[in-house]
C-alpha cells in the first residue's frame, strides 16, 4: 500500500509560481509512473502531467504545457511539480497518483492518491 501525501499549495497571485511536492510514505514509489491531476470547483478531474519512473520521459496536459513541470527524486521517494506563470483558471485541488504499471494520462488507471493540496491563484 502506497500513501502519498501532497504539500506546497497556497494562494498566490496570476503570474506568480509554487511548488508543489508529493512523497510517498510506506513503500517505494521508485519504479511507479506518477502523476498530478487537478480538480476545480464544480469540474471533473482532470489530468495536468506525468511522468516516468526514471524520469525520462514526461507529458503535459495542454492547458499547462510550457507553464508547468513535473520532475522526481527517487532517492527521496518524492515527485515535484514546478509551476509558473500561473492563471487564476489554475485555481483547483491538486492531487498526485501512483500508478502500478504502464503509462497513463486516465485517472481510472491510477490506484493510489493523495489527500490533495489547495492552489488559489488571484486576479
Known amino acids: 500500500q502506497v500513501h502519498l501525501a501532497e504539500s506546497g499549495g497556497g494562494l498566490v497571485q496570476a503570474g506568480g509560481s509554487l511548488r508543489l511536492s508529493c512523497e510517498a510514505y510506506?513503500?517505494?514509489?521508485?519504479?511507479?509512473?506518477m502523476a498530478w491531476f487537478r480538480q476545480a470547483p464544480g469540474k471533473e478531474r482532470e489530468f495536468v502531467a506525468v511522468?516516468?519512473?526514471?524520469?525520462?520521459?514526461?507529458y503535459y496536459g495542454d492547458s499547462v504545457k510550457g507553464r508547468f513541470t513535473i520532475s522526481r527524486d527517487n532517492a527521496k521517494n518524492t515527485v515535484y511539480q514546478q509551476m509558473n506563470s500561473l492563471k487564476p483558471e489554475d485555481t483547483a485541488v491538486y492531487y498526485c497518483?501512483?500508478?502500478?504499471?504502464?503509462?497513463?494520462?486516465?485517472?481510472?488507471?491510477?490506484?493510489?492518491w493523495g489527500q490533495g493540496t489547495q492552489v488559489t491563484v488571484s486576479s
Open positions: 497518483a501512483a500508478q502500478l504499471g504502464g503509462w497513463s494520462t486516465t485517472m481510472e488507471t491510477y490506484h493510489y
Open positions: 510506506d513503500q517505494s514509489v521508485s519504479s511507479n509512473t
Open positions: 511522468i516516468s519512473w526514471s524520469g525520462g520521459t514526461t
